[in-house]
């Protein structure tokens, strides 16, 4: 299995947007966070495929953390990068922000974490082209990422542990 060659996440940044609608909506008139969920694995998705250059699947989301209420009405704005790629899988983060009605200002209402595993068409794992963090900002979040690789692999090794140890 060759390798493609590395690249920047540059050209694999996606930023989408959604209007919140009712149907989007619990009876709060807050997002579902479901529904938010929804479209962090379309974003990341998008930016996984278009850095692995093949058709990817979700395996993970590590964290998702609410910030701040998105609200019927508001826009969400969803940006999408990859942090780190790995031999078959890549880690996106998503930033979402809100903007209210009428207003030009966005407020940061929630961030993710994703994994993604590059599939061929039998739908087996295959190589991603390594990551180039070329700006400072690209190489914190790859830094960072390959933190929250640590603590996932550490975390699995304990469960696999225990798991053994339990009748």
Do not use: C
């Amino acid at each position: 299995m060759t390798r493609k060659p590395a690249q920047s996440p540059a050209p694999s940044r996606v930023e989408m947007t959604q209007v919140v609608l009712p149907g989007d909506t619990n009876a709060h008139g807050n997002v579902f966070g479901g529904r938010l969920m929804q479209w962090i694995d379309i974003a990341g998705a998008v930016a996984a495929h278009r850095h692995a250059r093949s058709n990817v699947v979700t395996a993970s989301i590590d964290d998702l953390h609410f910030v701040e209420p998105i609200r019927l009405g508001d826009i969400v704005v969803l940006r999408a990068s990859v942090n780190w790629a790995g031999r078959t899988s890549m880690e996106v983060g998503v930033r979402i922000l809100a903007e209210r009605p009428g207003g030009s200002k966005q407020t940061h209402a929630a961030s993710a974490y994703l994994t993604f595993v590059s599939i061929n068409r039998r739908g087996r794992p295959t190589r991603v082209p390594a990551l180039l963090p070329d700006t400072a900002d690209d190489r914190r979040r790859h830094a960072a990422a390959m933190l929250r690789r640590d603590r996932r692999l550490e975390l699995r090794r304990q469960i696999l542990a225990r798991h053994k140890r339990e009748p």
